[in-house]
């Protein structure tokens, strides 16, 4: 009988899930302890209307005031602009961090938190060599109270300890993993998602299911993880196509931010070992594809062309996707899924190629950056395979 392995398992976020639980969020932070609050953001956001319906819940309630709205972030959580929020909570003397957005914002707010408990003005002095692996005992708590409300169902970054951090000069997407970046509090509030364009809910659905898939088959992965893998698996597989096609559905929209939420702690506390982020990553790095869209692309081709890494979970993977046959074979059975995975994306409307041709040198240099992604220093990709996996993601140059 094999011994079990030991792991550990942290979520140290409230989640408060339903349509109108933003209105807590006032409360939330008195409950904290605080007085002066910013929302960390982005422009589209303000733009839609999505800040204002949270921004006046403050006018309401009283009690703590809403000093500034930080509304820089950009599509990746990139180093300069967490320098530069970071400068802007700490010149306007706030104690309490507001976080409105998908994952780029979320992730961005997650490095302010880290330079701020840390006493640091710059990222890149928290994660030499483009990794900031600040597990227990290194990651202390920070604090610095947060409210974070997720707009996209996708990452379900307001609960992981992970954050993926965008260096612009190595065109490298960085990761940390800390213990306390996570939000205090997670409010998912479907009304704040039901306005998300059919491509951006299909793109962040990949996402979280990417999490999911990930998460379980990850040779780190354990049986806590795999039950939140699968029950987030079987919740996108039936709810995605719903909220993709029909926007305003808040049963599907609720369900998939739980999904997304679920999907992220299997993925977390799966060992770093995800051949389809690796390759998302570099996407995202060098072309600045929006991670979703990368995600989504990269799953199909490496089941096509890495089946042994998942054959190990290859009957949970059926189940999960609802994938009926007799046959035991994993072979077989990763074949069914990945039909499955297109099935889906076809569903949503999701191209699983990516429109950006490539010619020879640029294939030569996703390759160096698939190879040197943080994340392939735990799990590589046999050079063969990312060949393989650039030639069917990318279409040829003409």
Not at 31 to 46: P, S
Not at 255 to 267: R, Y
Not at 309 to 335: C, I, W
């Given at each position: ?15 408060e899930?339903g ?21 960390i ?14 921004k006046?819940?403050f ?7 809403l ?16 320098n ?9 003397a ?11 914002v ?6 302010v ?11 890149k002095k ?8 600040y ?18 169902a ?39 998602t ?15 299911l ?23 698996i079987?919740?996108?597989?039936e709810?995605?196509p719903?909220a ?16 997304s ?7 977390a ?17 060098q ?21 042994w ?20 074979d994993?072979?077989?059975l990763?074949?069914l ?7 889906l994306?076809k569903?949503?409307?999701f ?39 650039i ?8």
């Amino acid at each position: 009988m094999a011994i079990p392995k030991y792991f550990v398992w942290e979520y140290k976020t409230l989640v408060e899930v339903g349509s109108g639980c933003r209105t807590f969020t006032a409360q939330r932070f008195m409950e904290m302890g605080c007085k002066r609050v910013g929302i960390i953001t982005d422009q589209g956001l303000v733009q839609a209307g999505i800040v204002d319906m949270v921004k006046d819940i403050f006018v309401m309630q009283g009690g703590v005031k809403l000093v500034g709205i930080y509304d820089k972030i950009e599509q990746d959580a990139g180093m300069r602009l967490i320098n530069d929020c970071a400068r802007w909570y700490r010149e306007n003397a706030l104690d309490g961090m507001l976080v409105l957005g998908g994952g780029s914002v979320m992730d961005s707010a997650k490095g302010v938190k880290m330079l701020l408990g840390m006493g640091e003005t710059d990222i890149k002095k928290l994660m030499p060599g483009n990794l900031g692996p600040y597990i227990r005992p290194l990651g202390q708590p920070l604090g610095v109270p947060s409210v974070f409300i997720p707009t996209t169902a996708g990452t379900g970054s307001e609960v992981s300890p992970l954050a993926v951090i965008y260096n612009e000069d190595d065109k490298v997407k960085g990761d940390v993993m800390h213990p306390y970046i996570a939000a205090d509090i997670a409010l998912l509030d479907p009304d704040l998602t039901v306005g998300l364009p059919p491509a951006m809910t299909a793109a962040t659905g990949l996402d979280a299911l990417g999490h999911a898939v990930e998460g379980l088959t990850s040779p780190e992965a354990n049986c806590m993880a795999d039950a939140l893998s699968i029950q987030a698996i079987k919740l996108i597989v039936e709810y995605l196509p719903i909220a993709v096609n029909d926007g305003k559905n808040l049963e599907a929209r609720t369900k998939m931010l739980a999904a997304s939420n679920m999907s992220i702690m299997g993925f977390a506390m799966g060992g770093m070992m995800f051949p389809i982020h690796n390759v998302a990553h570099a996407a995202g790095g060098q072309l600045r594809i929006p991670h979703g869209q990368a995600v989504g692309v990269g799953m199909s081709a490496c089941m096509e062309h890495m089946p042994w890494h998942y054959m190990p979970k290859a009957q949970e993977l059926a189940d999960a996707f609802g994938v009926k046959t007799s046959s035991n074979d994993s072979v077989e059975l990763v074949a069914l899924i990945r039909e499955r995975v297109l099935q889906l994306m076809k569903e949503c409307g999701f191209k699983p190629q990516f429109e950006q041709p490539l010619d020879a040198q640029g294939k030569e240099i996703m390759l160096g950056a698939i190879k040197g992604d943080p994340t392939a220093m735990l799990y590589p990709i046999p050079d063969d395979t990312i060949k393989s996996i650039i030639n069917t993601v990318f279409p040829e140059s003409k």
